[in-house]
């Protein structure tokens, strides 16, 4: 591991707390904690960060998809479903992240952010529903969940990840007509899915800080409990406010990167 201050340590369990609970209301905690690694470890390799992150974001991940499952009326075999195809997805993903520059991937991203943006701003009841689905899915609904928020956002996931979790809320709510709480928590166990594969894939290659990653992981997963505990207890409206505030920091923040950093 790299000489980090105490200092430093410090910021970054901070930082992993803070998003760990984003990750458990809406996702999109990799918008504060790569870029809080990016600064704490600049001397390392950015698939260094990247399997680092995922490392940390696992742990948090983790606990917040066992407090849903636990408390909210979801349908765990379809996540699990959708979530071995993201498993499939992001170890893809991941076996492509050190050779692809992320300054290709920015401009994109920061389009589809912004017509999520102008959808659930234009749409006031989206993921407002408080049954959950609208009646059983059908196999087409299915099977476009596991395409599209599986292999699709996995593989998205393993090869760059901000706003993964925030893509799958929007996409599982889209498609399976879930609330957003329910959707939420549907998420997170895909997500840590997306997480285990892209982690297998880091470790595979040796790029992953085991003893920063484990220190940050504590505070990761006590952040990501409390953050599924308050969008349980809030509901959907909580959940729609935190998730336009993510899209529009993770937006400002893309843009940032692109252009003026």
Known sequence: MPDISLTTIVVLCLAAAAAGWIDAVVGGGGLLLLPALLLG???????????????????????????YVRK?????????????????????????????STAVLRPFIMVVLLGVLAFVMLRPSFGSSTTGVVGPPTKQRVLAAIAVAGLGIGFYDGLFGPGTGTFLVIALTAVLHLDLVNA????????????????????????????????????????GMAGARMALKKGSGFVRGVLVVVVVSLVAKLAYDQWLA
Do not use: E
């Not at 979801?74 to 195809?85: E, H, S």
């Not at 928590?185 to 290659?205: E, P, R």
């Open 41 to 67: 470890v600049p001397n390392v390799h950015h698939s260094y960060v990247f399997g680092t992150n995922k490392a940390v974001a696992v742990v948090g991940t983790s606990a917040a998809a066992v407090t």
């Open 184 to 223: 939420s928590a549907t998420a997170k166990i895909v997500n840590v899915c997306t997480n285990i594969g892209a982690l297998a894939m880091f470790s595979y290659k040796g790029t992953v800080l085991w003893q920063l990653a484990a220190v940050m992981a504590v505070f990761n997963l006590a952040g």
């Open 72 to 100: 909210a009326p979801i349908d765990v075999r379809l996540a699990v479903r959708i979530g071995l195809a993201a498993l499939v997805g992001s170890m893809c993903g991941a076996s492509f992240a050190a050779g692809i």
